[in-house]
T-cell receptor, first 113, second 114 residues
């Protein structure tokens, strides 16, 4: 969906390096969800952001939602091979129901040794 | 442990055949969903159900059918009317309460039409 764009589409980083993935919405977000997917497997929920300026962290992954609630970033510090996979953002534009989530096309992350 | 079980993991089908993908959850979630994932595209919603014996079409329901006879089960049938059925199919569930939009996903089923 052009209403929700992720960048970059793919990323190759060396182990130990930091990286950032972005998710940009054309409309104000009610909620923004980050998921991770190993190739050929289901999605694993990482974090949900709802408030402008909100920031959440889980282990070495930090997600932020900007004050305007139209852009979110996912930052990985000191990347490890276990971080490899596809990261997807999901947008809720105010419906409050999971059935109306719109997903981005994903960012494929490879971590080299 | 609670979770969602999808089966089969891999499925091959000849053109013109219907196939049914299984999805079972033991999370006591009210809502269940079926998504389709294609390379380079985001997840697209096929059908969803918020309560037993009721379901709604998603964005790409044509050529698919579902049933929700039990809270735990939400099978998806890919019919011969689906023109391009080769894809990765994901089942998900959620508590479907206000502010509880987190989806729990199964491991997926990959369907290939020969």
């Amino acid at each position: 969906s052009q209403e929700l764009e992720q960048s970059p589409q793919s990323l190759i980083v060396q182990e130990g390096k930091n990286l950032t993935i972005n998710c940009t919405s054309s409309k104000t977000l009610y909620g923004l969800y980050w998921y991770k997917q190993k190739y050929g497997e289901g999605l694993i929920f990482l974090m949900m952001l709802q408030k402008g300026g909100e920031e959440k962290s889980h282990e070495k992954i930090t997600a932020k939602l900007d004050e305007k609630k139209q852009q979110s970033s996912l930052h990985i510090t000191a990347s490890q091979p276990s971080h490899a996979g596809i990261y997807l953002c999901g947008a809720d534009w105010g419906t409050g129901t999971a059935s109306k989530l719109t997903f981005g096309t994903g960012t494929r992350l490879q971590v080299t040794l | 442990d609670g979770g969602i079980t999808q089966s089969p993991k891999y499925l091959f089908r000849k053109e013109g055949q219907n196939v049914t993908l299984s999805c079972e959850q033991n999370l006591n979630h009210d809502a269940m969903y079926w998504y389709r994932q294609d390379p380079g595209q985001g997840l697209r919603l096929i059908y969803y159900s918020q309560i037993v014996n009721d379901f709604q079409k998603g964005d790409i329901a044509e050529g698919y059918s579902v049933s929700r006879e039990k809270k735990e089960s939400f099978p998806l049938t890919v019919t011969s009317a689906q023109k391009n059925p080769t894809a990765f199919y994901l089942c998900a569930s959620s508590a479907d309460r206000a502010g509880a939009n987190v989806l729990t996903f199964g491991a997926g089923s990959r369907l290939t039409v020969l």
